[in-house]
RNA sequence: GGCCCGUUCGUCUAUCGGUUAGGACACCUGGUUUUCAACCAGGUAAGAGGGGUUCGACUCCCCUACGGGCUGCCA
């Protein structure tokens, strides 16, 4: 009985992939995904005046480096206006729309009027809607829909609940235009139905129009979809996401150095819950997610939260992967790419950083003593802890580690035994260690550095130090 | 203005008429520790306001306040 899943994520092509759109997509995508179903992309670019295939390339990446993956080709709207003419005249020949004259002009002076009048609203009514054929001029006109003007419309919504709307606040509106282009309200159903799209996640911007929307495919005679409207996201301010709140692009984030997957399992949990889960994968959410878990009041970005779910990835993920993955960062934010050297020392050395580090520019700065190279750039505070006292400790250290064995182990026999040999505690011996293997006061184990960056290094960076 | 939607700790949320209102982030305290993180233990912190309905409301209804959306030959 239960036909295939199919959802779809219709952006208009005209700025960067929107960090709610990324939301909305990624919702459409775990619902079809979670379902064997399948994740449909329509670019929506009727409106010629504001589509950019820059924007589209934009949207397009944005989905991929979430790793949002779609379904078959990418459908442009504007492709499929010849089908959507065809619809309208074929609401024309049901009689559900109708041949409408009236002007731009005409009806901006109606509304003004209207205004005029102290009305608090106006529903424009045009005059042709009953209007004999024989008395049509010789003149461009419009496509409206015929609408009923009593009773109701009802939208079941999966997220809003039922939600009824007065037909008679709702005007004739337009599906075709007088140049004879498709108008949204038109496009989009039409689109939906051909796609067979069956549940439409959207964001709930759209919830009146959903009524509108509806009447065409009751019109039409089509099934009606799924109706879920999510609600928005807004600021930490709680206001409408905006420029002024920082990054509203995806790309951004990217370029700010979190993890797709971490990107993922917050924005899934922003707005949506499934008992306590917090951190899952998106194999996992794809298994937790349904409609009637997101919730019907917009959320709130907080970068902290956003900050510690990406902490969380960043430690899950295989060696290999971040790896991988720490370089796209570095090409999106037009960092320096990694040198041969740093990506080898990196690769053996993420062990000891990434659970450390929420964000790559974290991962990479906790990781600063596997990528700088000699001599090492010590620091003030580093530079205390290498007094001539210390200094000579060092020296002392590095005839055994030349024969020490490269392990943990060894190094820790070694490094234990010289600390109580100058009758200081492990932190004081640590500390200058730390000062010449890093130039800094806060780094992963000495140990771990040491085994990282190899003996040869770890006895050259002594020498460095003035061991 | 009209219509529609929303309102639980600072934030994301659980609860689906009876709970000491739970979890997570953040914050604070303590522990662990070679530094910094991480980690472990504990703590502070919430039902917008007002009316109902009910033996009993965070849960249901109404009003108000606040927030958001729609109200185009934009999408």
């Keep these: 009985m239960s036909s295939p899943v199919v959802t779809r994520f219709a952006p208009s092509p005209t700025g960067f ?21 399948k994740f449909l992309l329509r670019i929506e670019d009727t409106d010629r005046e504001r589509s950019t295939p820059e924007a589209t390339a934009a949207i397009l990446k944005g989905l991929t480096w979430l790793g949002l993956d779609w379904d078959g080709e990418v459908v442009s709207q504007f492709d499929r206006k010849d089908r959507h003419a065809e619809v309208a005249h074929e609401m024309l020949a049901r009689g559900t729309a109708y041949k409408c004259f009236s002007t731009p002009e005409e ?75 498709p108008t949204y309200m038109l496009a989009v159903v039409v ?12 964001g709930d911007d759209h919830l009146n129009n959903a009524a509108r929307q509806q009447m065409v495919y ?44 971490g990107m993922r399992n917050y924005l899934t949990r922003l707005g949506w819950a499934h008992g306590d889960a917090e951190i899952f994968t998106s194999a996992e959410a794809m298994q937790m997610f349904d409609l009637k878990g997101i919730g019907r009041a917009p959320a709130r970005l907080d970068f902290k939260k956003l900050e510690n779910t990406c902490g969380h990835h960043i430690a899950m993920t295989e060696d290999a992967a971040l790896l991988q993955e720490l370089e796209g960062f570095l090409l999106a934010a037009g960092k320096p790419a990694l040198t041969a050297l740093q990506r080898d020392r990196l690769a053996r050395g993420l062990y000891c950083v990434k659970d450390r580090a929420k964000t790559f520019p974290e991962l990479l700065e906790k990781a600063q003593f596997a990528m700088t190279s000699r001599p090492v750039a010590i620091d003030e505070a580093a530079a205390k802890n290498l007094d001539t006292v210390s200094r000579g400790i060092l020296k002392s250290l590095t005839p055994r580690l030349q024969n020490a064995s490269w392990t943990k182990e060894g190094l820790e026999t070694i490094l234990n035994d010289a600390a109580a040999e100058n009758g200081i505690g492990f932190g004081k011996l640590a500390a ?11 780094t992963p184990s000495v140990f771990d550095m040491m085994l990282v960056i190899g003996r040869d290094e770890t006895i050259a960076r002594l020498e460095d130090a003035g061991a």
């Design 17 to 37: 992939l929107h960090i709610g759109g990324g939301r909305t997509a990624l919702f459409n995508w775990l619902y079809a995904r979670g379902r064997g179903g």
């Design 432 to 442: 200058p260690l730390r000062a010449a293997l890093a130039g800094r006061t806060a």
């Design 107 to 181: 009806i901006a002076a109606f509304r003004a009027e209207a205004e005029a009048k102290g009305a608090s609203y106006a529903v424009f009514q045009s005059p042709w809607r009953d209007a004999d054929p024989a008395t049509y001029p010789d003149a461009p006109f419009a496509i409206r829909m015929k609408a009923p003007r009593t009773g109701e419309t009802e939208i079941r919504d999966e997220v809003q609940g039922i939600v009824t709307i007065k037909n008679e606040t709702l005007d004739d509106m337009i599906v075709l235009r007088s140049d004879g282009t």
């Design 218 to 261: 009751t019109a039409m005679g089509w099934t009606v979809p799924v109706w879920a409207h999510i609600p928005l996201i807004h600021g930490p301010d709680g206001k409408k996401l905006s420029k002024r709140h920082g990054a509203t692009g995806v790309e951004e984030y990217q370029a700010m150095g979190y993890p797709a997957a």
């Design 191 to 202: 689109d939906d139905h051909d796609m067979g799209v069956t549940h439409v996640i959207r």
